[in-house]
């Protein structure tokens, strides 16, 4: 008993450890970090579970999700490869995290994380930018869901898993989708029948193209980006197309 406690004290003590030298991005800190792996379908925490941890996603896709007071399920977000998850939480998980995909995380002890942002100033602003990030992902589904119709939601939801993968914004570019279309139209706040019309129109329409289960390529993005109702397509996008198109040809 006494050596099973000092194996628990030792382990601690070692998560616990200040890293050597000046970590200069906020993935520097969990290199040291063992990985972790979960199957598809398997969940990395509970709403509502004390926040000890933060994690890296170093592999696959998770999707983080709220059940609401009916039993219904929303998905407020997807997190990929270079991501952290738990950056702005301080005692409970307000979401659930579950594997997508087979998925390798890295966790780090909150407070560990914690002793060093305190120690190295240099980490403090990008703590400060990547909650910036969340409160403006926030803001954007608030207005997806308020403001959009189901097109709308669908091709808005496209170009924000274009940004996420290649960030080339033109024709031809392949999108992959891991998830799910019940955990695309959880996400959209629409219903999976609504999705999977909405999907099958904008590849009629010459708009998009299927490849496979879990991709799409952009054949028209200009279009895509129109009909996602954002107003900013038509300045910087529009540039990225016509360089993207020119360097093609």
């Not at 382990?11 to 800190?29: H, I, M, R, S, Y």
């Not at 996008?237 to 360097?247: D, K, L, P, V």
């Amino acid at each position: 008993m006494l050596q099973t406690k000092n194996v628990h004290h030792l382990k601690e003590v070692t998560n616990a450890a200040l890293f050597d030298g000046e970590p200069d991005c906020l993935q520097a800190l969990f290199k040291r970090q063992p990985i972790e792996h979960l199957a598809a379908g398997q969940s990395l925490f509970f709403e509502g579970d004390i926040a000890k941890h933060l994690f890296e996603v170093v592999e696959g896709s998770l999707r983080i999700f709220k059940i609401i007071s009916d039993g219904r399920r929303v998905i407020t977000g997807f997190l990929h490869a270079g991501d952290i998850v738990g950056v702005s939480l301080k005692n409970h998980y307000l979401y659930s995290a579950e594997a997508i995909v087979d998925v390798r995380v890295r966790r780090l002890v909150r407070k560990t994380f914690e002793a060093e942002i305190a120690r190295c100033p240099d980490l403090r602003p990008e703590v400060f930018s990547h909650l910036c990030d969340e409160m403006a992902a926030a803001q954007d589904q608030m207005v997806l869901l308020s403001c959009k119709n189901a097109e709308e939601r669908v091709c808005t939801f496209l170009r924000k898993q274009i940004k996420r993968g290649s960030g080339l914004q033109g024709n031809g570019v392949l999108v992959d989708l891991p998830m799910t279309r019940l955990d695309i139209a959880d996400y959209l706040g629409l219903t999976i029948e609504t999705v999977s019309r909405t999907m099958t129109k904008l590849t009629q329409r010459g708009i998009l193209c299927s490849v496979g289960r879990h991709a799409v390529q952009v054949m028209k993005y200009g279009v895509l980006a129109q009909l996602s109702g954002d107003d900013e397509y038509y300045s910087d996008e529009r540039a990225q197309i016509s360089y993207a198109g020119a360097n093609h040809h």
